[in-house]
């Protein structure tokens, strides 16, 4: 269960704290001894970054910030001492714990608390010998003193929240979570969050032509859904709308180009860039951002069965163009492009698009950065990567020159989806490309959503990587907005 956040107006002398230290000074008010404080000054002279004081009512952590880095390190640090404190907080059964901080930056117990909340989550629903009736949560209750406001503390719970939500919907298993049930998650968590949701079934995707998503459904028993989730508060900055596309694709098998080896584990998460949008969407909404936003989530499987499309099927998509299926293992930009081509009817700002699609990606970045592409002003890439810093989903930006579109080119249809080995993550991003004449930004999460293990905060399997990112994002393109008025 998720700890619950709130903020305190003091803090008991029988209270367990983490203080955070902006300089070596031990400050008194936190009650230590004279022993006490001497033991964590000598740790701290020592350059010791986390020091432990085991009382006997209480504990208090002490927790110094790095020096002669970056600021963004700085609280990337503070978030990963968050979950370098995990096990020992959970092993001295702290029910509740205070964060402050004395002479840290603005933002510290905000930074540390994210760190940790995002370290706690577990993903056990299915374990049937762990005791779950009466089990405690340690910490129930993370407590905030200091240098922190009501806005911060409720960015902060939404975010988290929907980070927790991500994971989950990530790791649920497709016998759990098939594509009419996750527009069932997306439905409840429309009417939690305050957001207008539709539902398209598969008659409506069919009276819509959407020729991608219908083709790579054919393989399943079960039937596609296409989900469309809105925000557009009346306070917006924006007339046209940004409207972020995810992909659903909730079990990948490579249909009849099936996958070999290993290379189908964890595909599970291929909803990962759906689990994100719907995240960010309910983000947004419960902040009540002035900004116009939309969301749409095309979903199927990906399966070898039935009358499933084969390579050298021609697929005409929702815009009528047409597609040479040069590989059904590229089954994601079949979706998303009847998706892109669907956003057009917002004349949006700007599209993005969030897809588990290559492993280029993978190979190029590893889990250390999102590969970003994309054909949109500058300033766009520019609020994406200084989000990425802030919250430290990075972004790295690959090339989108014309020359790697003449890499899709096809005989016998407007274009093939793939584009063969080399630079396959750019192509991919090209052919999505092809489908709108709007501003349009590719992300490219398959490095940094489903981890093989911990790193750091973010945690093995679904890490949610890409939703505080976009989140982030968002808050810039409303500031942009305010700022030109």
Known sequence: MKPIISRISQISPDQSVICILGSDSVPDSLGLSKTEKEYAARRLEQKEDHVCINSYFRTTYLIRLKEEVPAFRIREELRRSGYRLRNLIKSNNHEEIVITSEKAYKGAIGDLAEGMMLSFYTFGKYKTKEEKEGKKNFPARLLLFGDIDDREIRWLTHTTDNVWLARDLINEPVNHLNAPALAEEIRKLGLDSGLKVEVLNKGKIEALKMGGLLAVNRGS??????????????????????????????YDTGGLNIKTGNYMAGMKGDMAGAAVVAGVMSVIAKAGLPLYVAGLIPATDNRPGGNAYTQGDIITMHNNMTVEVGNTDAEGRMILADAISYASRYAPELIVNVATLTG?????????????MGNAERKYFEMLSESGDEVFERVAELPFWEEYGEMLKSDVADIKNIGGREAGA???????????????????????????????YRLKEGSGSGLRLLSAFLTKIVENHLEKK
Do not use: M, R
Not at 225 to 248: A, D, Q, S, T, Y
Not at 360 to 372: E, K, L, P, R
């Open 221 to 250: 028993v079960d039937p596609p859904v296409f989900c469309i989730l809105e925000w557009h508060p009346e306070n917006c900055v924006n007339k046209n709308p940004v409207v972020l596309i995810g992909k659903g694709i909730v």
């Open 360 to 372: 280029s990606a993978v190979q190029t970045f590893g889990n250390q950065a999102i590969a970003v």
């Open 426 to 456: 750019i192509t991919a991003g090209k052919f999505l490309e092809s489908f709108t004449e709007y501003p349009f930004i590719h992300l490219d999460i398959a490095g940094t959503i489903v981890l093989k293990k911990d790193d750091y």
